[in-house]
């Protein structure tokens, strides 16, 4: 007969009588670093899209674009990654994860900036003109990415299956163009249709569309450098 002194509780599955620390199994790849990569890439951007800017071309032309320019087609360029070596599914992944962490850091911005600042804070004016963001730049931003980076691995995918493992650079540059087009569009329509005059509205946007794809076409060997390094390191990858 069982006593209370004698009886003893099942080990489960994870535990053991082994005296060694247990841990998760190692992840092996590099999908966890360009996800990590693509997110921060994503929320840097957006916080400098919150700014126009502007410059003259030969002192002369007004060119006008936005902050979030700088590092923004980088997050294509990653995005081509995530597809052309993880494939839809995971790349998929990628983007929803990005797009909640977008709402996550919108939604944490409005929290803070709605707190009551302490008395002698003289910042507060100052911190929402840069992270109180308008709804309507928070939804622009969120429809365009959708946008952008679902056409630009659905259309990069698409493309690798007629294509194989060959001409790499008609998949890249297809891609970019069908989803930068989309995010820019939608981007500068939702975000400042009305607000700014229509010759300012076509400038931004088609300044803003040639300049992304201008960048991923000039990082091409950058991103097929990448690419490379990514696929030797997949031990999965086929």
Request: proline share 4%.
């Amino acid at each position: 007969m069982t006593t209370p002194e004698t009886a003893r509780t099942p080990l489960t599955r994870n535990e053991s009588a082994s005296t060694t620390a247990q841990y998760a199994r190692q992840i092996v790849g590099n999908y966890d670093i360009v996800v990590a990569l693509f997110c921060g890439l994503l929320l840097i951007s957006n916080i400098g899209a919150t700014k126009l800017i502007e410059f003259r071309l030969f002192g002369l032309v007004p060119i006008i674009a936005d902050g979030g320019a700088f590092l923004f087609p980088l997050t294509y360029v990653l995005g081509d990654v995530l597809a052309e070596v993880y494939g839809m599914g995971r790349a998929r992944r990628a983007i929803i994860l990005g797009f909640a962490l977008s709402i996550l850091a919108s939604l944490s911005f409005l929290a803070v900036n709605s707190a009551p600042p302490a008395t002698d804070w003289p910042n507060q004016a100052a911190w929402n003109a840069v992270l109180g963001f308008v709804p309507r730049i928070v939804l622009a931003s969120l429809l365009g990415y959708l946008a952008g980076q679902f056409l630009n691995a659905y259309v990069l995918v698409r493309i690798k299956e007629h294509t194989k493992e060959g001409r790499l650079w008609a998949r890249l540059v297809g891609s970019t163009v069908v989803g930068e087009l989309a995010d820019t569009v939608i981007f500068c329509t939702v975000a400042f249709g009305g607000l700014v005059t229509v010759g300012t509205w076509a400038n931004y946007t088609v300044v803003g569309y040639i300049y992304k794809v201008t960048v991923e076409v000039v990082c091409l060997p950058i991103t097929y450098a990448v690419i490379r390094a990514v696929k030797r390191r997949e031990p999965g990858y086929a």
